[in-house]
């Protein structure tokens, strides 16, 4: 099965959901996502994924649509649960 990444917008008013975008080269990239969580003005959008590390994309505030920054990837074993660093 293909991996893919689908982004969709959510009418606050109708609750109606449309899709923005799909990427179909993003799904390679974030393995199998486990989380993910806007900054508090939901400019960027941070998806922890249980392999890759945590994928980092910037959105466009006005379409909704993202733009991949690149992956913060755990450098050693020991750094897997812990993204700030060694110990």
Do not use: W
């Amino acid at each position: 099965a293909d991996s893919y990444m689908k982004v969709y917008s959510r009418n606050i008013e109708t609750g109606l959901v449309s899709l923005i975008e799909e990427n179909f080269s993003l799904g390679a990239i974030l393995g199998n996502p486990s989380s993910l969580i806007f900054t508090s003005n939901e400019k960027y959008l941070i998806v922890g994924t249980q392999s890759k590390g945590l994928a980092r994309f910037e959105r466009d505030t006005s379409t909704g649509k993202l733009s991949y920054l690149g992956v913060y990837n755990y450098p050693t074993p020991e750094n897997i649960y812990n993204p700030t660093g060694p110990r």
